[in-house]
């Protein structure tokens, strides 16, 4: 087990060190990238200008500008912004992060109850309407641009209905911290969750319903019924227990990009100033303290969530426990 | 050796699956009956609908496109037509089934004593420690050293033959009176086949409980079964005693099947007598007989369906007996003279 | 089963062409992207021949005749202050700015065919070279095994470490601010080419894992093996029986990757870095109409219905290629 | 009730001002910040020794006392000026301004590198040498206090008509001797204003509170404020902004109403709605070293064929913009009426404004150019609405026979792209707002030969115009200006019309701001240099009547 | 007769997740006779599929040597062994699995001839691989029909067949064959094993013939290897080892083997228990845990393979003599 845990930990730290120098090379290879001129200011002397430079160690050679980088991010914590001047970055996305976490786990609550909801209703009624129509519904979700549907959301709660009943409590955009009050925090992310679960409520009915009716077919479930269970039991004991083996590994993987900012998309439509905005706007200001800081941070929740998923896949499936 | 009445009690049986837009028939016509305490084999090649006839009886097909006749009774009620509520009280309570493939046939991700406590809580109210008591009981009966520890165990962490017996526990929890089993040697190596047979053998004193026993293995059916039902191509072939089939097989192919098995002791032929071709597919079956063409002493006749005839102890699909061309009585071959 | 027929039967690759033709939701999908596919085609002669207007041009301060009467493209507004100015909304008339016009006064509808087909062929063009280099990578890793998976694996790792679109758009921003420089080829920030290598490059993985997957499977395979004993050259198992095998996973692959590089493309385009004006896709119409949302809706919600009608027949596509392609189904066809 | 020490007492002192905005302006840090939203913030939370003025007034309004009693006489030939330091002034600490502060403050814009030491203050005395080793900056001879006298007096190394004014921008704030000569970041040091900053995360939100020392001691450079909290939101968008505006959930934005939304808050709130002028010109610069715009006729040619009536169309109508047809907007001190390049018109004889675009007088102009086929890219941010016009642009080109094309280069990354003369620009799309109002700050700042250094990323002179007779007539605008201001704007208006014979950029036109406040807000607060002083906002109470 | 094969001391191992090693096949020496049929036979996983791979050099060996016509191919690469393998084929348990399910069945045949030279070096031409194709096609009773198909559309007998016929194919002298009838039915293995009786007679092929089926093997070999656990406990002549099984196993396994024959034989040797994990094998004899004979020895030190007869050999500490 521990040699695991250090091959794993191993594992992530060689991802790391390969992003980040990649994320690092592939800035200064970018051309009006040097941010000198930026940081100095509009109309700034060439004095100034020189000043800046030495200051931030642009003089510096690559690798040493990278080590020292480095060392402010993990070690000292203390990177700044190069966009914003004197902003420092750990805690700029500190703060982001329990934006992204709410709006990725209440995503995720939607779409994981909706779609089991949906792919077991699917599979037991495999090959009628019923079956079908659900099945249509999710690929529509799954084709529906994420910052479009959102748009549209927008669009109809925020201004066309807005004055009805049935949109005036929708707060205006933005998010409304837990603490401070949580059910201006609901209302505020009600919308985007149900945005943001769309396309995987889509995804995930599918996927269940196929591996409940894969399952289905299976020896086990035959013997199942044999014992005379009935097909509820037998769908959820037997075939829902089962499949939540692949769901699960799909889940890890998704939500890990959504809380390392894959749900940037949602965050911008909704003006969440969630992890995957920052990094957006870090990198539309090619901020590269901030792109560094956010992209580290999100490989290091892919990879967490990896792990975990793992993890949980000893709970969910004996057969992994025991290495098989 | 066997009750009177019978157990279960199979009329004309017919499945037919819908596949491209035709109706394909899988079994047509199988009837038979298993009365208490018997074991009744069934054998057949691959493809044959042996397992097809087994899911019908137990009602466990459930393509959309199968449909089903004939008349199963068992005890005197019909089955075909007893509501999905119903029967479900009859299955793994009165009819309880194992399957081939023990590598498959639990569920992944429970423990074997927990699908056995859940069978049997189906059926039976009982508290939780003392449907536990009884998976323990019954796993020790079985053989399975350990039981408590065994039941305890995930599926993958047991021995093929060792999962088996858990599956043979699984489906005496409730006493059934028939237990239909579905190959459930063939995973198994020889010699824990040979237990396991021993095992089934041994039920109906201790249970009580009829088997019907498929397989494709004459040695198997040969050591363990009171009667035999030969299949081929989904029409009975041949079905009686054990001993009179064996000895005169009546049907040219149940003689061919026999002869075709390489003997384990005495002369060694120089070429094994075998049958030319292979079985027809379902859809590619001739009307008449569907063993003509690979038959030897195929003629004429043989071009209408022959029913089934009482020959000596058994009923033959074959109108040799009827024309009096009876086979030969078949040499003891392998047998130690 | 064999023998009885003396046609030469269809082979496996036909037989599922068949399987896919009988399958009605696949067809009329197919339908759909044709007929897609074929009005982006005429984009060119709706433009001209029927709307009359060149939908690059912008023409804010022109006017157009419908009914007979002039009507000024942007439109003043009666406010008491004046404010704003309001692009000419659907007409729903073919002939004369049918679905409105864009704030720089174009008409969305023929921007829309043209749009069609800028996102339909990077996303085709994106799925095709995705294919072909997650085919190359997965083939390689699968099969030779070793270091060389070992290292294509990791890179992998560390492109699947980084969410889709975070990938995308980081790549999107380096490239669009000056365009691509490597060594002698340059490739300008407005060039088709460098949002379709991206698109391509961000799913790369995505698509090698399977591909990577099966081929370590085939490589075990006992047909494998058995070529392996009559001394087949190692390159010639690769090519001969593993190519062939993989083939069905990755046509597969395809729509499902042409679905997903035109919703990457929408979004990257959405957000201003992907294709870039005066082309226009369905993704750049959409952030035009971003701006209209409020009084010209229709600009944004067109182009993004499109969108949802394509990724859908795609997406219906692939699942009924993936059903006809089965190689299970076709060996239990056969047993 | 009892009015907080600081605040005016008046029934509509009070409550809680929200302001949203889509980003934060980062540093603080008022000698370092150099963003629109950072000035407009800080306004009242810093002062200067002189400042605009902070209640409505006109566009070319200059600098008046702030901290300082008076606006000084010049001495010395203007080279040098005695400000006596008001007393009784307190940072919201409670310590006393004092001459130190000033001086310390002074030598601060140089220790941390303010992007302004240079073109701003390097002209005081030491200032040069502040430059090249700013952490041993001292000033000295240039600035010197005198506790006694309560005097600090300022040398400068040659005389300057825009002194007042910088020391009234942002980067002359006075703040404590003892504030660290670092860039503070995220936080604020500590002011004189009517309000402090209590706290502040660049991507949700800032506090200020009112300073409990804050005394009014002119009601016109720093008056005392309303509300008794001001706070910012960072993240909305403009279009939610908008939203949340007209819904009462904020009561100011500090973007543009956006194009999109005008009509609808024109027809609905229009008495909720302010039109704010700016001293803001948007313009094309032409690279006059680089083919075909190194051919004058070629730069005339675009500026005659160039339609503004698009262009103002694009920003939104003649009800919030104007074609712009010289580099001075308009209200700039200096600025006259004129326009070169219409229909009927030419650098000799100017017509009043402009009409309509002369296509045939451009092509005709580019016939003789001979440069007709050559290829033109041009360069635009690659968000907003830069680039509806750049393809305008490309329109015109074309039609005037050009192979042209836009590039969009994101916006963060534009205004440095086409300042080095190493990326060959050719024609980019910017624009240019000032830091204080003066003609020197828009055709000095834009158009001399010092503003134009090669190979560099700051070379704020993107069409790298050389004029030596122009740059003559310049310093003598701004040498009369010294003591004869309308003279002095005569001969600005006189170098403006040179430049545009030249025509070294496009203009294109002069935006007004759109804003829209809740319906809890009035009081006059728009003034022209901050475009809105938070601190006169009045807010009405719950049961007000609206 | 002389020695085609010998295998000398071969091992192989395998290594598992979690760094553990499945030894599959462990000192296991083995000779095969030219012309003779080396029937192998044991229970499933004892490492048969293995020692079948090993001898054709499909795997790489732990250790271990084999002599392919006293040339050492144990250390071969596989351009190296390229002229070798045509000397020596495989055909495997599953028919279906071991062809191309994307090549028809003509293609598939005459792969070997289109990638070897013929005996000058040259490259054969088309005439030359199309008449060898309908030879083949002839030798193991295929229309010629078959040729356009694809494996999907024939029955297991079929496409044994073809298997067979490509393993053919450049005549080889060896043919190992791991399980080739243990998946079909005995109406169609009787035809298949016949079929390897009539090759071996016309083309002097010399077999290693795996089965898990006594009595295949026992129709079809000449001498048996009994294996168990990875090693083999007792080789010998088919009769004598049918007959007069020398290792408690081998009579085990014999007894338990069901005879369709009613009434056949009742004293059966029942084993206990189930065949132990290959990664942790029993000490000492392997089979001692159960052994019906077994006494403490046999926990503790292994037998190993002796000569108790005119050519039969057994490891164990108390054979049936
Ligand atoms: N759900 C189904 N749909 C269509 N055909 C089916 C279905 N189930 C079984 N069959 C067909 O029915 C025939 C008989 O199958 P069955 O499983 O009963 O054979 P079997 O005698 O049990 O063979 P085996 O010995 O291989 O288990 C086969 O040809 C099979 O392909
Ligand atoms: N590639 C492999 N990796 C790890 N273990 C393997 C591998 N191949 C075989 N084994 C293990 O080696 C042992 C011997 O396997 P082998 O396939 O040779 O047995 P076998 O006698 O042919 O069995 P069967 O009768 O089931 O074919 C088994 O325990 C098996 O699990
Ligand atoms: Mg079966
Ligand atoms: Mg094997």
Redesign the interface.
């Given at each position: 087990m521990l040699?695991?845990l250090l091959q794993r930990f191993g594992?992530t730290a060689?991802?790391l060190f390969?992003?980040s120098v990649?994320?690092f090379l592939?800035?200064f290879?970018?051309?009006?990238?040097?941010p000198?001129?930026?940081i100095?200011?509009?109309?700034?002397?060439?004095?100034?200008?020189a000043?800046?430079r030495q200051?931030y160690g642009f003089d510096h050679p690559l690798p040493v500008q990278y080590a020292t980088m480095m060392k402010k991010l993990f070690i000292t914590q203390d990177l700044?912004?190069y966009?914003?001047?004197?902003?420092?970055v750990v805690p700029?996305l500190i703060?982001?992060a329990p934006v992204t976490l709410s709006l990725a786990t209440g995503g995720a609550v939607i779409w994981v109850v909706v779609s089991i909801l949906m792919g077991t209703v699917a599979a037991a009624f495999r090959?009628t309407w019923i079956d079908r129509t659900l099945m249509a519904i999710g690929?529509?979700g799954?084709?529906?641009?994420?910052?479009?549907l959102g748009?549209?959301a927008?669009?109809i709660t925020?201004?066309r209905y807005?004055d009805t009943w049935l949109f005036s409590w929708v707060?205006?955009?933005?998010?409304v911290p837990f603490a401070e009050s949580p059910i201006g925090w609901f209302k505020a992310l009600i919308i985007p969750w149900c945005t943001l679960a769309v396309l995987f409520i889509g995804v995930y009915a599918r996927v269940l319903r196929s591996d409940l009716v894969t399952v289905?077919g299976?020896?086990?479930m035959?013997?199942?019924?044999?014992?005379?269970?009935?097909p509820t039991r037998v769908l959820l004991?037997?075939g829902l227990?089962?499949s939540m083996?692949t769901f699960v590994s799909l889940f890890g993987m998704d939500f890990a990009?959504?809380i390392?900012?894959?749900a940037?998309?949602t965050e911008?439509v909704f003006?969440?100033?969630g992890v995957?905005?920052?990094?957006?706007?870090a990198?539309?200001?090619?901020d590269l303290p901030l792109?560094m800081a956010s992209?580290m941070y999100?490989?290091v929740f892919?990879?967490l969530a990896n792990a975990l998923v793992d993890v949980i896949y000893i709970f969910?499936?004996?057969?992994v426990r025991?290495?098989? | 050796m066997a009750g009177d009445a019978p157990l279960l009690d199979v009329r004309d049986l017919c499945v037919s699956f819908r596949s491209g837009g035709r109706d394909v028939p899988i079994i047509e016509n199988v009837s038979f009956t298993v009365c208490e305490r018997e074991i009744l084999g069934i054998v057949g090649e691959s493809g044959s609908g042996k397992s097809v006839t087994a899911m019908a009886i137990m009602r466990l097909i459930d393509d959309p496109g199968v449909s089903l006749r004939g008349s199963v009774r068992f005890r005197g009620q019909e089955l075909t037509t007893l509501p999905q509520k119903a029967f479900r009280h009859i299955r793994g309570r009165e009819i309880a089934m194992i399957f081939q493939d023990p590598m498959t046939a639990f569920t992944p991700v429970y423990t074997i004593g927990w699908q056995i406590d859940e069978a049997i809580r189906v059926h039976e109210r009982v508290s939780k420690s003392e449907a536990r008591a009884r998976t323990v009981r019954l796993l020790g009966d079985m053989g399975v050293p350990d039981p408590e520890r065994t039941a305890n165990r995930y599926p993958h962490q047991l021995s093929g033959g060792l999962r088996q017996r858990a599956m043979i526990a699984m489906a005496l929890s409730c006493n059934p009176a028939l237990l239909i089993a579905d190959e459930p040697t063939t995973a198994l190596d020889v010699t824990v086949q040979a237990q396991i047979l021993d095992l089934l053998r041994n039920l109906r004193t201790d249970y009580g409980s009829a088997v019907m026993l498929i397989t494709h293995d004459m040695g198997v059916v040969a050591e363990t079964c009171d009667h035999v039902m030969v299949l081929y191509s989904g029409r009975v072939a041949e079905r009686g005693p054990a001993s009179a089939v064996f000895e005169q097989p009546a049907h040219p192919y149940t003689a061919a099947l026999l002869d075709s098995i390489p003997p384990l002791t005495g002369p060694r032929p120089v070429r094994l007598p075998s049958i030319a071709g292979a079985p027809p597919a379902p859809l590619e079956r001739p009307s008449g007989c569907a063993f003509a063409p690979r038959c030897h002493y195929a003629h004429d006749a043989c071009v209408t369906l022959p029913p089934l005839v009482r020959f000596a102890e058994q009923d033959v699909a074959c109108v040799l007996p009827t024309e009096g061309k009876a086979l030969p009585t078949r040499l003891l071959h392998g047998a130690e003279a | 089963m064999s023998g009885t027929q003396e046609a030469t039967p269809p082979g496996p690759w036909r037989s599922a062409f068949r399987v896919l033709a009988r399958n009605r939701a696949s067809m009329v999908a197919l339908g759909v992207l044709g007929l897609m596919v074929l009005l982006s085609l005429l984009a060119p002669f709706y433009a001209h021949h029927i709307a009359h207007t060149d939908p690059f041009r912008a023409n804010v301060a022109g006017s157009f005749m419908l009914d007979g009467k002039t009507i000024d493209i942007m439109q003043p507004n009666d406010n008491p202050l004046h404010l704003g100015l309001t692009p000419a909304g659907p007409t729903w008339n073919p002939s004369a700015y049918m679905l409105g016009s864009d704030s720089q006064g174009r008409d969305v509808a023929a921007r829309l065919l043209y749009g069609g087909r800028i996102s339909l062929l990077i996303s085709f063009a994106a799925a095709a070279l995705c294919i072909v280099i997650a085919s190359v990578v997965g083939i390689l890793a699968g099969f030779f095994g070793g270091i060389v998976d070992m290292v294509l694996s990791r890179i992998m790792d560390i492109m699947w470490a980084v969410p889709v679109y975070l990938f995308a758009i980081s790549l999107s921003i380096v490239t669009i601010s000056d365009g691509l420089h490597i060594g002698p080829i340059t490739l300008e920030a407005d060039n088709l080419i460098i949002p379709i290598a991206i698109i391509a490059l961000v799913y790369m993985p995505y698509a090698a894992r399977p591909i990577r997957g099966r081929v370590m499977a085939l490589r075990n395979a006992d047909f494998v093996m058995a070529a392996r004993s009559l001394g087949v050259p190692r390159w010639r198992i690769l090519l001969v029986d593993i190519l062939p095998n993989v083939a069905s996973s990755i046509v597969v692959l395809a729509p499902l990757l042409a679905a997903f590089a035109l919703l990457t493309e929408s979004a990257l385009s959405f957000l201003s870095i992907g294709v870039q004006a005066p082309t226009a896709s369905w993704g750049t119409i959409i952030q035009d109409g971003e701006g209209l949302i409020y009084s010209r809706p229709m600009v944004a919600i067109a182009p993004g219905l499109a969108i949802v009608i394509v990724v859908v027949a795609l997406n219906v596509l692939g699942d009924g290629m993936r059903d006809a392609l089965d190689v299970r189904e076709t060996s239990k066809r056969g047993a | 009730a009892t009015v907080a020490p600081g605040a005016p007492d008046s029934p509509e002192t009070g409550g809680i001002l929200r302001i949203t905005a889509e980003n934060s302006g980062g540093t603080l840090d008022p000698q370092i910040s150099y963003v629109h939203i950072t000035y407009q913030m800080e306004a009242i939370v810093y002062d200067g020794l002189t400042t605009f003025a902070k209640t409505p007034s006109k566009l070319s309004s200059h600098a008046i006392p702030d901290l300082a009693e008076a606006l000084p006489e010049p001495q010395d030939g203007g080279r040098t000026y005695v400000f006596h330091l008001r007393h009784g002034i307190r940072f919201s600490n409670g310590k006393e301004v004092t001459p130190d502060d000033v001086v310390a403050s002074m030598q601060r814009i140089f220790k941390v590198n303010s992007p302004t030491a240079g073109p701003y203050y390097s002209h005081i005395v030491g200032g040069e040498a502040c430059l090249k080793d700013a952490e041993h900056c001292t000033l000295a001879g240039g600035v010197e206090a005198d506790d006694k006298a309560w005097t600090v007096t300022f040398h400068l190394t040659h005389p300057d008509a825009e002194f007042f004014d910088r020391l009234a921008f942002q980067h002359a704030s006075i703040l404590p001797a003892d504030t660290p000569t670092h860039d503070t970041g995220n936080e604020a040091p500590l002011g004189t204003g009517p309000y402090k900053i209590v706290s502040y995360e660049p991507n949700s939100g800032l506090k200020m509170e009112r300073n409990p020392y804050f005394r009014q001691w002119d009601a016109v450079a720093q008056p005392a404020g309303y509300p008794d909290e001001i706070h910012y939101s960072f993240g909305l968008d403009p279009e939610a902004a908008v939203t949340a505006i007209e819904n009462n959930q904020y009561d100011w934005m500090l973007e543009s109403v956006p194009l999109d939304r005008q009509a609808e808050v024109g027809a609905r709130f229009s008495d909720r709605v302010k039109l704010i002028d700016q001293l803001v010109i948007f313009y094309a610069a032409l690279n006059v070293n680089q083919p075909p715009f190194n051919d004058v006729r070629v730069r005339q040619a675009l500026n005659y064929a160039l339609n503004r009536k698009a262009v103002v169309i694009y920003n939104g109508g003649p009800a919030v913009s104007s074609a712009a047809c010289q580099m001075l907007p308009t209200g700039a001190p200096g600025y006259e009426p004129g326009c070169a390049y219409t229909k009927g018109a030419s650098p000799e004889h100017l017509a009043p404004e402009w009409k309509e675009h002369d296509l045939a007088l451009a092509k005709k102009l580019v016939e003789e150019s001979g440069t007709k086929g050559q290829k033109v890219v041009i360069v635009t941010p690659g968000s907003g609405g830069s680039g509806a016009i750049a393809n305008e642009i490309r329109a015109t080109l074309v039609d005037l026979g050009y192979v042209a094309s836009v590039r969009p280069i994101t916006p963060v990354i534009e205004f440095s792209y086409i300042q080095n003369s190493d990326n060959k620009m050719q024609i980019g799309l910017t624009g240019w707002s000032a830091d204080y109002p003066s003609a020197s700050s828009f055709l000095r700042t834009l158009f001399s030969c010092a503003t134009f250094i090669p190979h560099s990323s700051n070379s704020i002179n993107a069409s790298q115009f050389c004029d030596p007779k122009l740059d003559a007539l310049m310093d003598k605008a701004a040498e009369v200006s010294l003591t004869d201001q309308k003279a002095g704007d005569a001969l600005w208006a006189e170098a403006s019309r040179a430049l545009m014979a030249q025509a070294p950029a496009v203009p294109l036109d002069q935006t007004r701001r759109v804003a829209l406040t809740s319906s809890r807000v009035h009081g006059t607060f728009d003034t022209p240099i901050y475009e809105a002083v938070f601190s006169q906002v009045k807010l009405r109470r719950a049961g007000d009547p609206p | 007769m002389t020695d085609i094969l010998k295998a000398i001391e071969l091992r192989k191992d395998y290594r598992l997740p979690r760094g553990k090693t499945l030894r599959a096949l462990d000192n296991v020496s083995l000779t095969v006779r030219s012309g003779e049929v080396l029937g192998l036979v044991g229970e499933s996983g004892c490492g048969k599929s293995t020692l079948g791979r090993c001898l054709l050099r499909l795997t790489d060996l732990s250790s271990g040597t084999i002599l392919f016509e006293n040339q050492d191919i144990s250390r071969m690469n596989d351009r190296a062994l390229r002229p070798v393998r045509r000397q020596m084929q495989m055909v495997f348990q599953d028919s279906y699995a071991a062809l191309n399910p994307k090549r028809r069945i003509g293609d598939l045949i005459t792969e070997p001839l289109r990638v070897h030279p013929d005996e000058n070096g040259q490259k054969r031409s088309r005439q030359v691989i199309e008449a060898r194709l309908y030879e083949l096609m002839d030798l193991v009773s295929l229309p010629r029909s078959a040729l356009a198909r694809y494996p999907h559309e024939f029955s297991g007998g079929q496409r044994q067949r073809i298997n067979i016929a490509r393993a053919l194919a450049l005549s080889p002298r060896l043919i190992v064959a791991d399980e080739p009838v243990s998946a079909l039915d005995v109406s169609v293995q009787a035809q298949i094993v016949n079929l390897f009786t009539d090759l071996k007679e016309q083309l002097g092929l010399t077999y290693v013939f795996i089965a898990h089926d006594l009595a295949v093997v026992r129709q079809i070999s000449t001498r048996v290897a009994v294996m168990y656990l990875g090693a083999i406990v007792e080789l010998g002549d088919t009769d004598t080892v049918m007959q007069r099984p020398a290792h408690p196993y081998t009579a085990a396994l014999i007894s338990a083997v069901p005879q369709p024959v009613i009434g056949a034989d009742d004293r059966r040797i029942l084993l206990h228990g189930d065949v132990p994990s290959p990664i942790s094998p029993p000490s000492g004899c392997r089979f001692h845990t159960r052994c019906p004979k077994a006494e403490t020895r046999c926990s503790q030190d292994a037998p190993q393979l002796r000569l108790i007869g005119n050519n039969h050999e057994v490891s164990c500490h108390f054979p049936n003599i």
């Open positions: 040699k695991a594992q060689f991802v390969g992003i990649l994320v592939v800035f290879a970018t051309p009006g990238a040097d000198t001129s930026r100095a200011g509009k109309n700034a002397s060439p004095e100034t200008i000043k800046v200051e700044t912004s966009a914003n001047r004197g902003e420092k700029e703060k982001a090959g690929l529509v799954i084709s529906i641009p994420v910052f479009w748009q549209v927008n669009l925020q201004a807005h707060p205006a955009l933005g998010y289905s299976e020896d086990f035959r013997t199942a019924r044999a014992k005379g269970l009935t004991v037997h227990r089962t083996i990009q959504l390392g900012g894959g940037l998309l911008v003006g969440l100033q995957g905005r920052l990094t957006y706007q990198l539309s200001a090619l792109i992209v999100s490989a892919v990879v969910l499936d004996p057969r025991d290495g098989r | - | - | - | -």
